[in-house]
């Protein structure tokens, strides 16, 4: 991991992590958080790079390629994992507070029981969201971990909440929204199935999605 000068692009130190990083760092409260695609979650010193922690998260031999980005809130890192598990860590000290299994292993061959929580968690009025692939939707409270509401939804790209709502694209390209509160289907949209879709973005009132053969998508938020 590499930290540079952001005014002249100078080396302002480098530092060996537990493995190979495909999720971007995180920076919050003075310490980089560095996901490793081993399942190693690692807290730097913002300033020099030193190792402030480490925490096992365990990885699966067969996974999707990549890794959860961490998301910080109240002090913790929230953190999804290759074995379906979401987990809160003290920023500080790096001790686990809580996990909870949102995808459970199933299917009959070795594809069809990945169950990463490779998507971002997203975190909104004391509720983390998080979404597994070959699993579930789910909401959980912040402070403890309980499981609030679960929907079977499976996904593995990043989404979005906004103003009481969650934008997805599920494992087979089917763009979702689904109320925050009770994870009820506001409606769907299945006009790209299969299309490669990206993480939805927010532009006024329509969400963006990207697709392949380089094309760009506005869908309506209000009914898809």
Not at 25 to 50: F, K
Not at 76 to 96: E, K, W, Y
Not at 196 to 207: E, F, G
Request: with cysteine.
């Amino acid at each position: 991991v590499y930290a540079m000068e952001a005014k002249c692009g100078s080396l302002a130190w480098e530092v060996l992590v537990a493995g190979e990083t495909l999720s971007p760092p995180v920076v919050s409260d003075g310490v980089i958080l560095i996901h490793t695609s081993n399942g190693i979650l690692q807290a730097l010193n913002e300033a020099d790079g030193a190792l402030k922690w480490t925490v096992n998260l365990e990885a699966k031999m067969l996974n999707i390629r990549g890794g959860s980005t961490p998301t910080t809130a109240c002090g913790t890192a929230i953190v999804g994992s290759d074995n379906g598990l979401v987990s809160a860590v003290m920023l500080n000290i790096g001790q686990i507070i809580w996990q909870q299994r949102i995808s459970q292993t199933g299917g009959v061959t070795e594809i069809a029981r990945i169950n990463d929580v490779q998507a971002t968690p997203v975190v909104v009025n004391g509720y983390v969201y998080a979404l597994a692939y070959n699993g579930n939707l789910a909401a959980l409270d912040l402070f403890s971990g309980k499981l609030m509401w679960s929907r079977e939804i499976g996904s593995f790209t990043n989404m979005l909440v906004e103003n009481g709502i969650i934008y997805l694209v599920d494992q087979n390209d089917r763009v979702i929204a689904v109320d925050a509160k009770n994870g009820i289907t506001s409606w769907y949209q299945s006009a790209l199935l299969h299309r490669n879709l990206t993480s939805p973005v927010l532009n006024k009132d329509s969400i963006v999605i990207g697709a392949s053969g380089c094309y760009f998508h506005w869908i309506n938020i209000d009914d898809g």
